[in-house]
């Protein structure tokens, strides 16, 4: 059986071969010159903004971690009306700064642990 590459195109699946995979991959280099793909093209656009839920679910971590986290330490937020909101990346790069490290340079856990509330 031939390898196939499946790819999803305007929520449409599409199946190729190695090689027509490689042979559209040049078509579209020959097309594009040396200019490079607009970033809205070359990768898909994220949520600038999302809530804890989320959040929660892009990182398996619970999103009442993520709201005491915001609350008791410094991990980037922003009030949107009533409701708190999180940019993912700004967070993703918050909670490595916050990791404790052993000797190895390994991640042991956040030190940004949020306090339990009484």
């Known amino acids: 059986m031939t390898d196939l590459v499946v790819v999803e195109f305007c929520g449409e699946p599409f ?3 190695r090689e027509e995979i ?3 991959r040049d078509r579209a280099r020959s097309v594009l010159g040396s200019r490079a793909l607009p970033a809205a093209v070359a990768a898909p ?3 600038a903004l999302v809530d804890a839920e989320e959040l929660g679910r892009l990182t398996s971590t619970p999103a009442s971690w993520w709201l005491a986290a915001a609350r008791e330490s ?3 937020s922003s009030w949107v009306g009533k409701c708190r909101r999180f940019n993912v990346q ?3 790069r918050w909670l490595e700064q916050a990791q404790e490290r ?3 340079g390994r991640a042991r856990r956040c030190a940004a ?3 339990a509330r009484t």
């Open 90 to 92: 700004q967070c993703l």
């Open 113 to 115: 642990v949020p306090r």
């Open 45 to 47: 656009a994220a949520p």
């Open 22 to 24: 490689g042979q559209a």
């Open 15 to 17: 199946a190729f071969t």
């Open 102 to 104: 052993d000797g190895t």
């Open 74 to 76: 410094d991990c980037p």
